[in-house]
Structures are given as structure tokens and as C-alpha cells.
């Protein structure tokens, strides 16, 4: 079955510590995305990128980064620099086309204590 | 800029009764999409219902029905004959075409529905 896939599904890290995120898609999509979820809030945009080795900041891009070496994937790193990392964090695809929706991955849920 | 609000941090609707989650939004690009996503407390994301901008008819899907109001930036979802599996959050989110990049997509702060049997 096509889908996007995130590991793990909880990760806990001590302060300081850089993480990676990873997210994984087989649905020959070329646009993927980030994003990340506070409790009882909505989701906000950290990056995107269309192509391999392409990407753009979202909206809340400090402290993140990311790498688009395989169409397929797109990993996430939280650096040490994010003040508040603690989040759930998905992953999103797309063909990037009118009308297509995104299909979502089923989140991590990152601990930073 | 780009914006989407929800000013609905909360609803309670009595099973079988419909239900209006609102949603407007602010763009300076013509052409832009409106989804509706479901989320349980599981987390997972379902996508309900899109609407284009030049699209002329509102979008419906089942129970789901957008009520697009172009000229007041507003794409309300409305949810016929609410059920217990209904209570969820909900975010609408606006799609801005990318012309050298990937379309930027972004959601609303959400609402949380409850359904009360």
C-alpha cells in the first residue's frame, strides 16, 4: 500500500541534543512537507520543498532543518537551537496539484527534557 | 500575506443536528484552494473536502458541504445530521500555487467538536 511513513513514533532527547525526524514516501509525490502540532492547536508550516534539493522555510523555520537528497524522503533535524522543541510533529505529501489534498503521515511525537 | 483564522476554539452540537465550523482566510494570489481536515484523538489527518477558487458550485461530500463565500474570504465546512464519531478537531487550510517553489499550505488554529448523544 502507498503511504508516508514516520519514525519513530515517540522520541525522547535531553536538551542539547540535535534529532532527526525521518519521513519516508512511496507515493511518487513531489511535494513534501513539515509541520509542527502544540496540544490543542493548529498545525504550523516549518518547511517544504517541491524537488530533490530544493526546499523553502515556512513559517516557523528557526531552529529546523531538512535535506531532500531522494524524492522520497525528507527528514526532519531539530537542532539544539529550537527553544521549545517538545511537539508532534508530521509529515506531509502531495502532487502539488489544484485540488490535490495532502496525505499525512501519522506524526511523531518528539520529548525534549 | 497568507492567512487563515478559525475563531472557534470550541463547539457542542446534540447528535443529529448540523453543525457550521467556520473558516476565513486572506490571500493576494487569484488562484488558491480551501481543504477541511478531520483529526481524532488518535492524530491521524483525514482529508474531508476541497474547494478551488474559481470554482463556481459549492463542494459537497456526504454529509460534509462547503459554504464558499468568495467575496467574504470565507469557506465554512457544514457537517448534515452530526454523529458521536464526528467529535474531532477540525482545520481548514489554504493552498497558495508555488510558482518556482511548491505550493505553500497552511491551517487554521483549529476547532475542537464535541457531539453530545
Known amino acids: 500500500d502507498g503511504g508516508i511513513t514516520q519514525s519513530p513514533k515517540y522520541l525522547f532527547r535531553k536538551e542539547g541534543q540535535n534529532v532527526t525526524l525521518s519521513c519516508e514516501q512511496n507515493l511518487n509525490h513531489d511535494a513534501m512537507y513539515w509541520y509542527r502540532q502544540d496540544p490543542g492547536q493548529g498545525l504550523r508550516l516549518i518547511y517544504y520543498?517541491?524537488?530533490?534539493?530544493?526546499?523553502q522555510k515556512g513559517d516557523i523555520a528557526e531552529g529546523y532543518s531538512v535535506s531532500r537528497e531522494k524524492k522520497e524522503s525528507f527528514p526532519l533535524t531539530v537542532t539544539s537551537a529550537q527553544k521549545n522543541p517538545t511537539a508532534f510533529y508530521l509529515c506531509a505529501s502531495s502532487p502539488d496539484r489544484e485540488g490535490s489534498p495532502l496525505h499525512f503521515g501519522n506524526g511523531t511525537r518528539l520529548t525534549v527534557t | 500575506a497568507q492567512k487563515i483564522t478559525q475563531t472557534q476554539p470550541g463547539m457542542f452540537v446534540q447528535e443529529k443536528e448540523a453543525v457550521t465550523l467556520d473558516c476565513t482566510y486572506d490571500t493576494s494570489d487569484p488562484s488558491y484552494g480551501l481543504f477541511w481536515y478531520k483529526q481524532p484523538s488518535s492524530g491521524e489527518m483525514i482529508f474531508l473536502i476541497y474547494?478551488?477558487?474559481?470554482?463556481?458550485q459549492n463542494a459537497t461530500e456526504g454529509r460534509y458541504s462547503l459554504n464558499f463565500q468568495k467575496a467574504r474570504k470565507s469557506a465554512n465546512l457544514v457537517i448534515s445530521a452530526s454523529q458521536l464519531g464526528d467529535s474531532a478537531m477540525y482545520f481548514c487550510?489554504?493552498?497558495?500555487?508555488?510558482?518556482?517553489?511548491?505550493?505553500?499550505?497552511?491551517f487554521g488554529s483549529g476547532t475542537r467538536l464535541s457531539i453530545r448523544p
Open positions: 520543498s517541491q524537488i530533490v534539493n530544493d526546499f
Open positions: 474547494q478551488g477558487s474559481y470554482d463556481q
Open positions: 487550510a489554504m493552498r497558495e500555487p508555488g510558482y518556482s517553489s511548491a505550493s505553500k499550505i497552511i
